[in-house]
């Protein structure tokens, strides 16, 4: 049966499946808000989303880009490491110089794994295996800065550290389940080195001769200007993902009926979390079925899930226990479904990425119901 669905479904071209799926989807919209009426919602949503949201998001992306160039400039991010290097062996086997991916991940997005794994210094440090899992490890820290400072820019202080916490969690469970996965598959990656350690090099790290004046203005305009970069590379996911998953998310006007305005649509993702409500409350302690919007958006693109927080919070469905999860969800799975192909193939080893995806999975819900459940342990305490 398998095969025969296999055989019919190559012989019918991509070009009618797209039609299919396209048109089933926004004629079902459609039938319930009306032609019209779906199509000013979706231009008057993403238009909102762009002025109250992404513009919001891309001032924290170059506050904190700031932030972070300043704290390479001056050495912050090498005090971190050499503080957090003896967690790696024990948490997350692997050697202590990831933690300077840890820390550059969290400062910035998780492609700067990829750019530190090219380099042949750091590389020589890890095992095959080890060196594969880096992916999982660096997108459990992605966006981590810009998640829990717009988690604190909603009001919320204590619980976006509840759910960082239940990030590393998850991280080590992403980056432990990585390596079983591939030693299981490749059992002699366990002692092949990721590359053979290169020559020392003689020269030593030349003193920027630059005043401290403007060591620290270049540093703040360099980073803020890699904040806009990433600001603008957000914009499609927000627009594109946040206004559909609005459009499925939340409900008819106040009037009961569709006017085209910005956030009206057809309440089918809640419809859907209704159905296995009692795992969400229990798992997560989602006391509305709306929010399972957000970790469904985050497997695609974390700052679209950001996207969703305000009007949540609007509509009253957002408590503590839901931002840390929100916190540890986001961090955690932050876009892996669209980054993990290109990761895993910069690295050369494209052949593991349903692996990968398969441990970061289950990862990002270890790290929910490890956000959930120490928020409810710092209610029992306080």
């Not at 390479?72 to 202590?96: A, H, Q, T, Y």
């Not at 594969?132 to 909603?154: E, H, K, R």
């Amino acid at each position: 049966m398998k095969n025969f669905f296999r055989k019919l479904m190559s012989h019918i071209p991509q070009g009618v499946i797209c039609l299919v799926v396209v048109f089933g989807l926004f004629g079902y919209i459609g039938s319930h808000m009306g032609i019209s009426q779906m199509l000013n919602t979706i231009m008057n949503t993403a238009h909102d989303l762009l002025l109250n949201t992404v513009f919001y998001l891309m001032a924290i992306c170059v506050i904190t880009g700031a932030i972070g160039r300043l704290f390479v400039e001056f050495g912050v991010v090498s005090l971190l490491e050499k503080l957090l290097r003896p967690l790696m062996k024990p948490l997350f086997n692997l050697p202590g110089v990831a933690s300077l991916g840890a820390v550059l991940t969290f400062l910035s997005d998780n492609p700067a794994i990829i750019a530190l794994a090219q380099d042949k210094r750091f590389k020589s440090y890890f095992r095959k295996y080890q060196f594969i899992s880096l992916t999982n490890f660096g997108t459990a820290f992605g966006m981590g800065l810009l998640v829990i400072v717009f988690m604190v820019g909603q009001g919320f202080y204590v619980e976006p550290f509840i759910g960082f916490f239940g990030a590393v969690c998850g991280c080590i469970v992403s980056t432990r389940l990585m390596q079983h996965f591939v030693l299981r598959e490749r059992p002699e990656y366990a002692h092949e080195p990721a590359c053979e350690a290169p020559t020392p090099a003689t020269v030593g790290k030349a003193e920027d001769p630059r005043p401290l004046f403007q060591r620290i203005l270049d540093s703040l305009l360099d980073g803020g200007r890699s904040g806009v970069d990433v600001g603008l590379a957000i914009i499609p996911g927000v627009l594109i993902i946040s206004t559909l998953v609005m459009l499925l998310t939340f409900g008819p006007s106040a009037q009961g009926g569709y006017t085209g305005a910005a956030y009206e649509g057809v309440e089918l993702l809640p419809r859907v979390g209704s159905i296995c409500g009692g795992v969400f409350e229990f798992l997560f302690g989602f006391a509305d079925p709306h929010l399972i919007a957000f970790p469904i958006t985050a497997l695609g693109a974390v700052g679209a899930a950001l996207g969703l927080v305000p009007n949540f919070i609007q509509a009253g469905w957002v408590d503590g226990n839901a931002i840390a999860v929100f916190t540890a969800i986001g961090m955690c799975w932050s876009g892996y479904l669209s980054t993990h192909t290109a990761m895993l193939d910069t690295l050369g080893y494209r052949h593991l990425t349903s692996k990968a995806i398969l441990a970061h999975t289950i990862s990002g819900i270890v790290a929910a119901i490890v956000a959930h459940w120490g928020v409810v342990l710092y209610g029992w305490l306080v």
